[in-house]
C-alpha cells in the first residue's frame, strides 16, 4: 500500500540510541515474571468491560413485545418485568455514559497517583457496580449500578493501554498491547455462554455480580504481583524507584538499555534523571495538536466503523439464515471476533501497524458495501459470509491496534492524559452508535449500513494523513515525524 505519509528518517546507515537499544532488548532481554503478572491481572479489567458489553444481551431480558404485555407471561421479560423500552435503553447506555467519564477523568489521576495505583481504586467501582446491579429490584437503580461499573470500564481502558506499553520492551509492546483487546472479547463471549444457563428470572443477577470476583482478584494480588510504571516515576523525578522497577522488569544488567529507550518529556531519559521532576507538558501544546488529531481519529473510527451495529444486527442476519435461537447467532459473532487479535501482534511486526490500519479500514469498507448488497437481494448466506469477513477484519486490525497505538504516538509526558482524552471519544462514539443506530435501521432498513461505508471511506482518507508508523520506534522518532508533516 502506498504510504502517503511523510517520515522523519534517520539518514540511511545510521543508527539511533533507540534503534541499539531495541536491537539489544531483542537479542539480550528477557522479562521477568512480575512484567507478565502485572499484564496479565491489569487484563481482568477489560475483561470487566467486555463482560458488561454482552450481560445485558439476552433476547429474553427484554423482548419488546413479551414487555409491553399486560399482565407480562411468566418466564418472559426476566428482567424488571413490564419494563418500558426507553427504561431499558437507558440503562444500557448508562454503562456507556459512565465509561465515558471514567475515560475523561482517569488521566488526571494516573497522572498524580500512577498507573498501577488508579487501577487498585478502579477495582472500588467495579465491585460497587456489580453489587448494586444484582441486589437491586428497580431498573432505574440498576441503571446507576450500570453507570458505576461504566466508571470501571472506562477507567480501565483509558488506563491500562499506556501502563503495559510503559511496562513493556519496545520489542513486545506491539504483542502485549494487544492483551486489552484479546480480554475485552474473551469478555463479551462469556456472558454469550452463560445465556444458554442463565435465562431464568434470576440467573442475570449472578451475570451482574461476576465482575465483583474479577475486583476481588486484582486487590488481593495486585499488591505483590504488579508493579508500577517505571516511565510514570521518571516523570515524577522518582530516579531511584524507576531504576529499582526496572531491574525488577529486566534485571540489574538491562536497567541501562531499558533507560536508553524510556524517555521523559523532551529529554532522553539519562538526561531525565534528575532529583527536580521535569516540567509538566500540556496535550493542548501546538506540537501535540496532530499527535491529538490522530489518536481521536483511531478511536472515533473504531466504533464509528459499525462493528457494534454489527453485533447489534447479528441475532436477525441469522434468524434470516434459519437459526432461530439468536443466542447460537450471538454465540457464533462473539466466537469469530475473538481469534483474529491473537495473529495481530506476528501481523504488525512484519507489515507495521500503521498499514495493518489501512487494509482493516478498507477491508470493512468492501464488506459493508458487499453486506449492503446482500440484504437487498436478500441472500441470508452472503449475509453471514460477508458479516463474519467484517468481523474479522475489524477484529485483526482497528481492534486491537487502535489501544496500541494511542499509547505508542503520545511521549511519556502526556501519554495518561491524552490517551484519557482519546479513549473518552472512543466511548462518547460508542454512545452515540448504542443509542442512534436502532433508529437508524428502522429508518435504512436493507440500507442501515451505508452511513458506516461513508464513514470508513472518511476515516481511510484521514488516516492517511494523520497516522503514521509506530512499530519498531521510539516516541522521539514518531514526534519527529509529527513534526516534519506539521512544518510541511
Known sequence: MADNYTEATTPKGATTAFDEANKAAARLIKPKTILYTSAFLSWLQPFQSGWSTSQMNLSQYNDTDECNARPVAEDTCLMFPGHSKLEWTFAVNAWIFGAMIGSLCCGHFSDRLGRKKTLMLNCIFMFVGGVVEAAV????????????????????????????NELSPPHMRNTLGLGLQIFTTIGILFPAICFFFANTSSGWRYLAAFPCILAVIYMVLAPSMCIESPAWLLTKGRKEEAKQVIARLYGEEHVQTALSWLEVSKVSA???????????????NPRYRMQLLGGILLSCAQQLSGINAVFYYSGSIFSDAGISDSRVGT????????????????????FGARNMILWGLAGMFVMSVLMTVAFIVDVSALSIVFTALYVIAF??????????????????SIRASASSLCIGMNWLCNLIVGVAYPYISDALDDYAYVPFVVLLAIFFLLALKLVPET??????????EYDSRREK
Do not use: H, Q
Open 270 to 284: 539519562e538526561e531525565g534523571l534528575i532529583d527536580s521532576a521535569p516540567k509538566k507538558e500540556s496535550m493542548f
Open 395 to 412: 477484529g485483526v486490525t482497528l481492534g486491537p491496534l487502535v489501544w496500541v497505538m494511542t499509547a505508542d504516538i503520545f511521549p511519556d
Open 471 to 480: 512499530s519498531g520506534k521510539s516516541a522521539e522518532e514518531i514526534l519527529a
Open 137 to 164: 429490584s428497580n431498573i432505574w437503580a440498576f441503571a446507576a449500578g450500570r453507570l458505576i461499573a461504566g466508571l470501571s470500564s472506562g477507567t480501565a481502558t483509558g488506563t491500562i493501554g499506556a501502563y503495559v
Open 331 to 350: 454465540l457464533i459473532i462473539d466466537f469469530i471476533n475473538i481469534w483474529p487479535a491473537f495473529f495481530t501482534g506476528v501481523l504488525a511486526n512484519r
